[in-house]
C-alpha cells in the first residue's frame, strides 16, 4: 500500500520550453501548465494529501517581459474564477504564501475573494506561493520577531516557524521540480531541511497525476532518517 505524504510542494518548471518545442507562444505553454496544476491539485485530494504547495510566481519572475507577466496573472485569476466552486465541492482551502499587497488589483480581489471563500474548507491546503521569495520570508520571520522584541533565547524553531508564511502546516515531505532543473530557486528555503527531492525532465505541461504517483512512489522507496543511522530506525 502507497504511503501518501502529508505534504507536497511542487515546483512547476519548464511551460515556456514545452511551448518553444511544439512552435507555440509561451502564453500557451502557461494556458497547458494551469490545466495540468488543476489535474494534480485534483489527484492530491483524491489521495488524501493534506497540504499541497505550488510555486506559482516568485518575486524574480517580476523581471520577465511585461506581456508574459499580465498573461500568467490573467490565467491566474481566471483559474481562480472557474476552480472556485470545485475547491469548495472538493472542501479545498486556498492560502498564498507571499506580499499579496505588491499584486495588481484584480488579481488580489480574487485571491482574497476565494480565501474567504474557501475558509472553512478542512480537507486540504492549497497554497500557492505568489510573489513569494524564500529568502524575504525569512527574513520578514526575523523581522517580525524583532519588532515584537522578542529575547534571542526565546528564538526556537518552533517560534520562528510561526513566524512564516507557512505557519501552522507541516513542512513538505516531498519536493518535485520539473524541466530538468536541479535547484530550489529560492523556494521554501527553511522549510525543506528535511525535505526529500524528486526531480524529472518532464516539463510541467506534461505532469501528469500519473507522474505525480510515480514521485509518490519513488518516495515511498526513500528512508527518512532525519540524522539517524538506517539501524536505528529498523530497531537494531
Known amino acids: 500500500m502507497m504511503h501518501i505524504p502529508t505534504h507536497i510542494a511542487i ?18 505553454g502557461h494556458r497547458a501548465g494551469t490545466e495540468a496544476a488543476r489535474a494534480v491539485v485534483t489527484r492530491c485530494r483524491e489521495l488524501g494529501v493534506r497540504h499541497l504547495t505550488l ?4 518575486k524574480e519572475n517580476w523581471s520577465r517581459p511585461k506581456d508574459e507577466v499580465r498573461t500568467l496573472f490573467d490565467l491566474l485569476t481566471t483559474f481562480l474564477k472557474r476552480e472556485e466552486k470545485s475547491l469548495k465541492e472538493q472542501g ?96 521554501l528555503l527553511f522549510q525543506s531541511a528535511y525535505s526529500e527531492f524528486y526531480f524529472t525532465d518532464i516539463y510541467w505541461p506534461d505532469f501528469t497525476p500519473t507522474e505525480l504517483e510515480k ?20 530497531g537494531a
Open 11 to 28: 515546483i512547476m518548471d519548464g511551460n515556456g520550453r514545452w511551448a518553444k518545442q511544439r512552435g507555440l507562444q509561451r502564453s500557451d
Open 55 to 58: 510555486y506559482t510566481f516568485s
Open 92 to 187: 479545498i482551502r486556498l492560502q498564498v504564501l507571499g506580499e499579496i499587497d505588491d499584486m495588481p488589483l484584480a488579481v488580489r480581489q480574487v485571491l482574497r475573494h476565494v480565501i474567504r471563500q474557501t475558509a472553512d474548507c478542512g480537507e486540504m491546503t492549497l497554497n500557492l506561493a505568489l510573489n513569494y521569495s524564500g529568502r524575504e520570508e525569512i527574513l520578514r520571520a526575523a523581522r517580525a520577531l524583532a519588532a515584537k522584541g522578542v529575547s534571542p533565547e526565546a528564538i526556537t524553531e518552533e517560534v520562528f516557524a510561526n513566524e512564516l508564511w507557512t505557519a501552522g502546516q507541516p513542512d513538505p515531505d516531498l519536493v518535485i521540480r520539473t524541466s530538468g532543473e536541479l535547484r530550489l530557486s529560492n523556494y
Open 215 to 234: 514521485a509518490i512512489a519513488d518516495l515511498n522507496g526513500r528512508q527518512r532518517r532525519f540524522g539517524k543511522t538506517g539501524d536505528q530506525l529498523d
